[in-house]
């Protein structure tokens, strides 16, 4: 779930270009961090609103009726269906993209924090059984801020070019997507389930860096350009906010299993 706009200019390295004296480049990314920080506090919100019980005919609307389909498959529809429809994005269009899927996002995780709440289990379709709390889900949250926080900073301070293996990760992410998607038609597998928990959680990390540098490279590209810039600004904060939502339900379904 993670292959957006990642615009760059081929012409310039990863080791030409000087952060440390571009105001305009470390305006850039606050921005795009500070987007990403909104959106997971508003997911959070949403998720705790939810699973936490308080309005029983809300949780009921989203988990338990056909409404669940949309939070379970929208986030992919819309992330296909911008690929082809958003030929020449918009901020506003790119906006309104990225909260959407935020706010399915967050209204998806809410499963944990209802099962943190009536303190049940859940299984896979593997056989898996998953059970949490408050306490696991913070663990898991600080393990992914803290990995998040430090994959890009290597990916923004690097000189190394990240490109080749970013390529590859993102067409390794979406053959475990299409391997996902197709292991319904097969019996399920706990083996199968496992490799595919750690396959995201190692290619969503490279992709933290990966995509950490392409937004400098984006901010080289579009320069000057106020609203090419608007549009870079959504895309990173929607692909940082995916990457991020990958890594801590990975690590909150191991930290989980029982």
Same mark, same amino acid.
């Given at each position: 779930?993670?292959?957006?706009?990642?615009?760059?200019?081929?012409? @310039?390295?990863?080791?030409?270009?000087?952060? =440390?004296?571009?105001?305009?480049?470390?305006?850039?990314?606050?921005?795009?961090?500070?987007?990403?920080?909104?959106?997971?506090?508003?997911?959070?919100?949403?998720?705790?609103?939810?699973?936490?019980?308080?309005?029983?005919?809300?949780?009921?609307?989203?988990?338990? +009726?056909? #409404?669940?389909?949309?939070?379970? #498959?929208?986030?992919?529809?819309?992330?296909?269906?911008?690929?082809? =429809?958003?030929?020449?994005?918009?901020?506003? !269009?790119?906006?309104?993209?990225?909260?959407? /899927?935020?706010?399915?996002? !967050?209204? +998806?995780?809410?499963?944990?924090?209802?099962?943190?709440?009536?303190?049940?289990?859940? =299984?896979?379709?593997?056989?898996?059984?998953? +059970?949490? @709390?408050?306490?696991? /889900?913070?663990?898991?949250?600080?393990?992914?801020?803290?990995?998040?926080? =430090?994959?890009?900073?290597?990916?923004?301070?690097?000189?190394?070019?990240?490109?080749?293996?970013?390529?590859?990760? /993102?067409?390794?992410?979406?053959?475990?997507?299409?391997?996902?998607?197709? +292991?319904?038609?097969?019996?399920?597998?706990?083996?199968?389930?496992?490799?595919? @928990?750690?396959?995201?959680?190692?290619?969503?990390?490279?992709?933290?860096?990966?995509?950490?540098?392409?937004?400098?490279?984006?901010?080289?590209?579009?320069?000057?350009?106020?609203?090419?810039?608007?549009?870079?600004?959504?895309?990173?904060?929607?692909?940082?906010?995916?990457?991020?939502?990958?890594?801590?339900?990975?690590?909150?379904?191991?930290?989980?299993?029982?």
């Amino acid at each position: 779930m993670n292959d957006f706009n990642r615009a760059y200019t081929p012409s @310039t390295g990863a080791g030409s270009m000087d952060m =440390a004296v571009n105001e305009g480049l470390r305006a850039f990314m606050l921005g795009v961090y500070q987007k990403l920080a909104y959106g997971i506090a508003l997911a959070g919100g949403l998720a705790f609103l939810v699973g936490s019980n308080t309005f029983p005919p809300l949780t009921e609307f989203v988990l338990f +009726s056909p #409404f669940r389909l949309v939070v379970q #498959f929208g986030p992919i529809g819309l992330i296909l269906i911008s690929a082809f =429809a958003m030929k020449r994005p918009s901020p506003l !269009g790119t906006a309104v993209l990225y909260w959407t /899927i935020v706010t399915l996002l !967050g209204l +998806s995780l809410s499963v944990w924090v209802l099962m943190a709440t009536m303190n049940t289990e859940a =299984a896979s379709r593997a056989g898996i059984v998953y +059970s949490t @709390t408050f306490i696991t /889900i913070a663990k898991a949250f600080f393990l992914t801020a803290t990995a998040f926080g =430090a994959l890009s900073l290597y990916g923004y301070t690097t000189k190394r070019d990240l490109q080749p293996i970013g390529v590859v990760a /993102i067409f390794a992410l979406w053959g475990i997507v299409g391997m996902s998607l197709l +292991s319904f038609l097969f019996p399920p597998s706990g083996f199968f389930e496992t490799a595919i @928990t750690v396959g995201v959680l190692a290619i969503s990390g490279v992709l933290v860096a990966f995509d950490t540098q392409n937004l400098k490279r984006s901010y080289f590209a579009f320069e000057g350009d106020e609203r090419g810039l608007a549009v870079m600004t959504n895309w990173g904060a929607l692909n940082f906010f995916i990457l991020f939502y990958n890594i801590f339900v990975t690590i909150l379904s191991l930290l989980s299993r029982r």
